[in-house]
């Protein structure tokens, strides 16, 4: 089965460039997450988006950061502009729905490089 | 808050049975404990979560204390792929609690 699939692996861009990276959850889940990994702070969600809709955007760090999800399929993170301090790990979570919560299963993640 | 703790780091000789702890002292009746693991370079992968009774997977086993203040991953046969960090993460079993805290975890080393 594929998992949950984020692209690119790796960016590295300069300061005041736009970044997007993207994400396609497990065919039939209905939650999707963005985290944001660093090794001052771990991991940290950043938003999450139920069937489609945000419902919890409370981890965004500032308005340089937005997220969409135009349809189940697909998702995209996006920076503008970008900072050095943004540089990180960037991961997307998907799960589906059912009694008990069923467990989040991540993507490999993009290793994001901001010079 | 991580609602949980962990020993930061530990080693396991290769073959041997690897025992993670987690103690979870605050955890409330309707919390689920999960756990994750990430090697190096991928993100956290799902092993294992339960409520009170002792579950386990082809990954591994989940013993949780009768009291559910602490929890024990067990790897039965540890191999040098084991070698990760470990997260011991509590959720409440409701609709609309879906964030994962993640504390710190355990590194685990596995040894040749």
């Known amino acids: 089965d594929a998992g949950v699939i984020q692209s690119p692996r790796h ?7 736009e970044v997007t990276l993207r994400c396609k959850p497990i065919s039939g889940h209905n939650s999707l997450f963005w985290y944001r990994q660093t090794m001052m702070r771990g991991l940290e969600l950043l938003i999450y988006f139920n069937n489609n809709v945000p419902i919890d955007d409370s981890g965004m ?10 349809n189940a399929s697909f998702s995209t993170l996006k920076i503008q502009p970008s900072e050095p301090r943004d540089s990180a790990v960037y991961f997307c979570a998907s799960s589906g729905t059912g009694y008990p919560l069923q467990p989040q299963h991540f993507g490999d993640g993009t290793r994001l490089s901001i010079l | 808050d991580a609602k949980t703790t962990q020993p930061p780091s530990m080693d396991c000789a290769e073959g041997r049975a690897a025992n993670l702890p987690c103690n979870h002292s605050t955890i409330s009746g309707n919390e689920y404990v999960y756990w994750y693991r990430q090697i190096h370079s991928q993100g956290p992968q799902y092993i294992i979560h339960g409520l009170k009774n002792n579950e386990t997977n082809e990954m591994a086993s989940l013993i949780i204390t009768e009291d559910r203040k602490s929890s024990t991953l067990i790897l039965p046969h540890a191999t040098l792929r084991d070698t990760a960090v470990y997260y011991c993460i509590v959720r409440p079993l409701t609709s609309g609690t879906y964030k994962y805290i993640f504390g710190t975890g355990t590194r685990l080393k596995v040894l040749a």
């Open chain 1, 61 to 70: 760090p500032e308005d340089r950061f937005s997220a969409k999800m135009p």
């Open chain 1, 11 to 17: 960016e590295v861009t300069e300061m005041g460039q």
